[in-house]
C-alpha cells in the first residue's frame, strides 16, 4: 500500500516542497529510508517507529520504504518526522490519503508521540501556501508563528494522536486559543535621550537617509551605544516586503519570540569583537543565518572595531557588498540576504580618553597606530566619522530641545523619497549604492565645487579613494537641503565628515 | 679640486669609513698622523706605537676597508647615487660645527649644504607632541623660512618633522641630519619629507652611505644638528627626553637655547617650562628667535588683515580660541545649524586660519 505526505525542507531561509512516500507490503520486514537524507533525518527512522507505537498504532511487520523527494535535493532538520509518520499511516491504511492531501506537515516527533517545536515555521508555512494548501498542521509552540498568515489555516497540535483525530475528524478539533499577539507598542529609545550632541545627530541622519556607514570614536560612556541603538528609531519603518524577509530569517535562527506576529521593528544586532566568521556571516555544515543576515534590513553595530580581528572584518566584506552571503555546501548553495547599515564605534586611542589630558598621555601618533589597526578596505566604507562626547554632557548647558526621533525620521524619509523617485527602475534604492556612469550621472558637481574639492585634497591630503565616496555622502546632503544640485557647502560638509582619511597624523600636507 | 686636495678627502674619507671608531679616536689618530693622505698607508702598528689603542672590532673593520678598496668602492658609489662627501678641511663644511670638541671629520650630503652666508636654527623637541607643539613647530619653521633662515632637524617624527615640513616654503632652507646613510630615510613614516628635502634643501650624515644605525647613533646625530646651528628651538619636551641630550651638546657647543612655554599641567611641556625656568632663552613668537640672529623683519609679514567671505565666518573664527572646542561647543556658542558650521569650519581651516586636533577638536591657528 501506498501513501504520502506533503512537507518542506528548509534551504537557507526558504523553504522547498517535500513530498514524503510510504510503501508498505508483504516481505521480510525491513524499514528503509531513502531520498538523499542528512544524518539527523535519518534518524528520524526510530523516532517515528515509536511514536506510532506509542500513539496506540500497531504496525503490521512488512516491508517499509519511505522516501523523501525529491531525491537530487538534500534534506536536513528535524521537521519531517511528522510528515513521515503520516505518509506511514496513509499506508497503512488507518488514515485515508484523500483526508491529507490538502495538508502540509511539519514537526519533530518523540518517542512517546508528541510533538514537538521547531525553527523555521514561518518560511514553512510560506511555502504551503506557495503550494496552495489549505492548511499547514504544526507543532502547538510554533502555531502563533504560524498565524502570521491570515490566508491558510494553521492548526497546531502537541501529539501524533491528536494529528490523527484531527485528520479523521475536524470537526471534533478544539482550537487552542491562539497565544495573544502582542498588541501593544514597545517603548522605543528616542533621540531625545540623547542630550547636546548635534554633530552626532546630524551624522546619524545623514548616514541613516543614504544608508552611509556611520563611526563614532569616543571615549567610554560618551554615549556611542546609546546613539547607535537609536538608529533604527529614524530609519523608515519596514515595509510589507521587508517585514517578511526579517520574520523569515528570525524564524530560521530560532529566535522568533512566541505570539509576537510578524517583526514590524528594525532589527538592531550588536555582535561581540569574539564572534567567530561563521557567527557573523552565517555557515556551519547545515547553514544558518549570521548576524548579518539576522540584521538584514536593520542596523549592524560593530562596538570597539579595532578589537575585531582583520580576518573577522575582511569576511565581511563582501556580503557587505553585495547585500547578501552565499554559502556554498556539497549539496547545493544558500543565499543569506545581508543588506544592513552599518554603525560602528570605538575609543580614539588605546587608553580611550583622548584628548582628555588629565586621562590621557597619547600623542597624536599614538592615536594614528590605533586607528590603523583597522583593516583600510573597512575603514573606507566609514563614509561618515565623527567624534563623540568630546565635552562632558553636564558642560552643556542648553535649554534647546534637541532633535527627536520623529523629527530626524521626518528628515530621513524625505531623503528616501527623492532617492526612490530617482533610482526607480535603475536597480539601487540608495546613493550610497552609486558608483560608475550612475555616479557621474547624479553626482555632477559645478566648477567650482570641482574647485573646492581639489584644494580639499591637496590641502587636507585627502586620498583619491574618498573621491567618490564624498560625492556620494554630498548627494545625501544635497537630498536632505532638497536640492537638486550638490552646492559647495554640501560638499564641504561631505569632506569634514571623511575625518579618518586626512594625513594629518605627522604625514606630510600642505 | 685639484689632485692634492683629492687627497686630503680621500683620507678623510678612509677615516669616514671607520664607522667602529668614536669621533675622539678618529682625532686622535689624525693628531698623531703627518697629514691625514697618508693615513690610509699606516698599518694599525704605527698608531699603536703612539699610544692608541684598538679593539679586536675596530682591528678588523679597518683591515677590511683597506683591503677591500671601500674607499675606491665607496667614491665611485657617490658618483652612482648622485650622493656627495665634504671634509673637514674643505671650506664649505659648515664651520659652525667645529664648535664641537669632536666634530665629524666628514660629511655625505643629498642635495645641498648649509648656506655659511645664512642664520640656521636647530628645532627640536618630542616625537610624541600635542597638536600645539605641532602647530608652532609648523609656523616657526614656516616664518624662519620665509625669512632666510635656514632651519636644521632630524626628521623624527613629532616637532622634527613638522619643523622640516613647515621649512620647505623656502627657498633651499630645509636641512636634515640622520643618524645612519642618507640613503636610508628613517623613519618612513617622513618619506614625503624626505624626498622633497632633497630638492628644498639637503640631507646630511657623519655615516656613509647604506649604514644602518644603532642606538648611540642617534644622540651623535644630535650633536651635529646643534652644532650646524646657531641657535637651538627646543618646541616641546618631557621631563625625560631624548631632546635634552640635544641640549646638553648646545650648550657645550655655546649656542643660544630657546624654548617655547606650555601649559604648567601638561607633562609634555614639563621639559620645555624647566628649561626656561633654568635660564634658557623664552620664545613667543618667530621674531624672538629671528631678532636674536640680527634678522629685521619687516612690518608687513607681521599681522595680515583677514577677510571674511561668508558672515557666519567671522562669527566661528571669533568663537574659536587657543582653546580646543569640539564642533558641540562652538554650536552652543554661535547658534548656528550644523550643516553650515561644518561647511564654515572647512573652509576657514583649507584657508589656515584653523587648526584641527584629534579628529573633530578645532582651534584659532598661530597665526599665519
Known sequence: MFGKADTSVLMGIDGRKVTVEADFGDGLPTFEMVGFLGSEVKEAKERVRSAIRNSGIYMNPGRLTVNLSPANVRKQGNSFDLA?????????????????????????LSLNGSVRPIEGTFSHVMTAREEKKKGCIVPLENESEGKIFSDIEIIGVSSLSETMNYLLSPETYISHSPLPIVKEEPILP??????????????????????????????????????????PTILPPLDEKESMECTKIHSVAG?????????????????????????????????????????????????????????????????????????????????????????????????????????????????????????????DRMDITVEVGRVRIEDIE?????????????????????????????????????SGKMLNEFCSVSPSSRMLLKEAFESLGLSARAHDRILKVARTIADLDESKDIKEKHLAEAISYRALDRKFFGEIYR | MNDKDDAIRDGYLFLSLLTSFSAKKLWDMIHVSENVTAIPTYPMSYFKSRGINFTEIEENQYQSVVSEEKVRFTKEELVRTDTHYICYENPLYPQNLKDDSTPPVGLFYKGSLPDPNKKKVAIVGSRRCSSYGRDIALSF??????????????????????????????????????AGGVDRPYPMDNLGLYMELQKKGGILSERPL??????????????????????????????????????????????????????????????????????????????????????????????????????????????????????????????????????????????????????FGYKKSPRK
Open chain 1, 190 to 231: 528616542d533621540f531625545t535621550d540623547v542630550k547636546g550632541q548635534e554633530l552626532v545627530k546630524r551624522a546619524a541622519v545623514v548616514s541613516s537617509a543614504g544608508m552611509h556607514g556611520f563611526l563614532m570614536v569616543g571615549p567610554p560612556g560618551s554615549g556611542k551605544t546609546l546613539t547607535a541603538k537609536r538608529i
Open chain 1, 84 to 108: 513521515i509518520a503520516i505518509a506511514i499511516l496513509v499506508a497503512y491504511g488507518v488514515i485515508p490519503e484523500e483526508k491529507v492531501t490538502d495538508y502540509a506537515f511539519i514537526g519533530e
Open chain 2, 210 to 359: 647604506k649604514h644602518v644605525p644603532y642606538a648611540r647613533e642617534f644622540p651623535l646625530r644630535n650633536r651635529i644638528i646643534s652644532g650646524i646651528a646657531d641657535v637651538l628651538l627646543v618646541v616641546e619636551a618631557a621631563k625625560k627626553s631624548g631632546t635634552q641630550i640635544t641640549v646638553e651638546y648646545g650648550i657645550a657647543q655655546n649656542k643660544d637655547i630657546f624654548a617655547i612655554p606650555g601649559r604648567i599641567d601638561d607633562p609634555i611641556s614639563e621639559g620645555t617650562n624647566t628649561l626656561i625656568k633654568n635660564g634658557a632663552l623664552m620664545a613667543t613668537s618667530p621674531e624672538d628667535i629671528l631678532e636674536r640672529l640680527g634678522i629685521l623683519v619687516t612690518e608687513k609679514l607681521r599681522k595680515e588683515e583677514i577677510t571674511f567671505q561668508a558672515p557666519g565666518e567671522k562669527t566661528v573664527y571669533k568663537a574659536l580660541s587657543a582653546e580646543i572646542l569640539s564642533v558641540d561647543e562652538l554650536l552652543e556658542k554661535t547658534g548656528l545649524p550644523v550643516s553650515d558650521m561644518l561647511d564654515i569650519l572647512l573652509r576657514l581651516e583649507m584657508r589656515g586660519l584653523v587648526s584641527r586636533d584629534g579628529l
Open chain 2, 141 to 178: 619653521s614656516r616664518e624662519f623660512a620665509l625669512n632666510g633662515v635656514e632651519v636644521i632637524s632630524g626628521m623624527a617624527l613629532g616637532i622634527d618633522g613638522y619643523a622640516g615640513e613647515g621649512a620647505l616654503i623656502g627657498e633651499k632652507n630645509d636641512f636634515a641630519v640622520l
Open chain 1, 398 to 434: 542648553s535649554n534647546k530641545p534637541g532633535l527627536s526621533s520623529d523629527e530626524m525620521r521626518e528628515m530621513v524619509l524625505k531623503a528616501r523619497r527623492i532617492q526612490k523617485e530617482r533610482f526607480e527602475g535603475r536597480g539601487i534604492r540608495f546613493n550610497s549604492e552609486l
Open chain 1, 255 to 379: 529566535i522568533l519570540p512566541p505570539g509576537s506576529g510578524l517583526i514590524r521593528i528594525r532589527p538592531f544586532r550588536s555582535p561581540h569583537h569574539t564572534i567567530s566568521m561563521n557567527g557573523l556571516v552565517g555557515g556551519g555544515s547545515v547553514p544558518r543565518p549570521g548576524e548579518m543576515s539576522l540584521a538584514h534590513n536593520g542596523v549592524l553595530f560593530l562596538d570597539e572595531l579595532p578589537e575585531f580581528s582583520k580576518t573577522t572584518l575582511e569576511v565581511m566584506r563582501q556580503p557587505l557588498e553585495d547585500g547578501k552571503v552565499v554559502i556554498s555546501r556539497v549539496q547545493g548553495s544558500y543565499v543569506f540576504p545581508t543588506h544592513v547599515m552599518l554603525v560602528a564605534a570605538m575609543n580614539p586611542c588605546r587608553c580611550g580618553y583622548y584628548p582628555d589630558r588629565s586621562r590621557c598621555r597619547c600623542s597624536e601618533a599614538d592615536v594614528k597606530k590605533y586607528l590603523s589597526r583597522i583593516s583600510k578596505p573597512l575603514l
